[in-house]
T-cell receptor, first 117, second 113 residues
């Protein structure tokens, strides 16, 4: 079974609007971390935001926020006031806290976001 | 600033060749990773290493091997390249703590002819 599911292959949003990118995860660990990355067409992977499983508040980083719903096992990325430069592929990832797999991330298949003027 | 450097941005090799992809990080990270990225499949983990000379198989290790002789360097080796190994290869490194992100190199787009 997939550990990270991103159900939206593509999303479109108009400039200055907010957009939510969906992510659900599957783990039996109590301690884990959730990450979002952005990959522009140039190819580099840019870390955006992190949410720990024990964090009580939703993470925020500038225009990015993470809507963390632990009981539903979802970690949606919200981008406020979209800009043309936000057009990119977005990946959700999870890091479990287990011995031999310490440090590895499980990635979803990504959502291609297009921001139009 | 954080820096992960992959030796080549683009690489073209022939079927059957032995191919080396090099990755160097300057952040003294314990963990290093090799992924391949294919359209519609996201990032798939090939191998990772949590210490010098230590390695663990990821989800798709077949046809690949790795070497980590020094902490800062993690090499991916295609023993006998095949056309189905044409892909984007991404190297990453991270600290051990649970809340630390992985930092990625710019990727190597490898074509096997």
């Amino acid at each position: 079974a997939q550990k990270i599911t991103q159900t939206q292959p593509g999303m479109f949003v108009q400039e200055k609007e907010a957009v939510t990118l969906d992510c659900t995860y599957d783990t039996s660990d109590q301690s884990y971390g959730l990450f979002w990355y952005k990959q522009p067409s140039s190819g580099e992977m840019i870390f955006l935001i992190y949410q720990g499983s024990y964090d009580e508040q939703n993470a925020t980083e500038g225009r990015y926020s993470l809507n963390f719903q632990k009981a539903r096992k979802s970690a949606n990325l919200v981008i406020s006031a979209s800009q043309l430069g936000d057009s990119a592929m977005y990946f959700c990832a999870m890091r479990e806290r287990r011995g031999s797999t310490l440090g590895r991330l499980y990635f979803g298949r990504g959502t291609q976001l297009t921001v139009w003027p | 600033d954080v820096k992960v450097t992959q030796s080549s941005r683009y690489l073209v090799k022939r079927t059957g060749e032995k191919v080396f992809l090099e990755c160097v990080q300057d952040m003294d990270h314990e963990n290093m990773f090799w992924y391949r990225q294919d359209p519609g499949l996201g990032l798939r983990l090939i191998y990772f290493s949590y210490d010098v000379k230590m390695k663990e198989k990821g989800d798709i290790p077949e046809g690949y091997s790795v070497s980590r002789e020094k902490k800062e360097r993690f090499s991916l080796i295609l023993e006998s390249a095949s056309t189905n190994q044409t892909s984007m290869y991404l190297c990453a490194s991270s600290l051990t703590e649970n809340n630390q992100p992985q930092h990625f190199g710019d990727g190597t787009r490898l074509s096997i002819l």
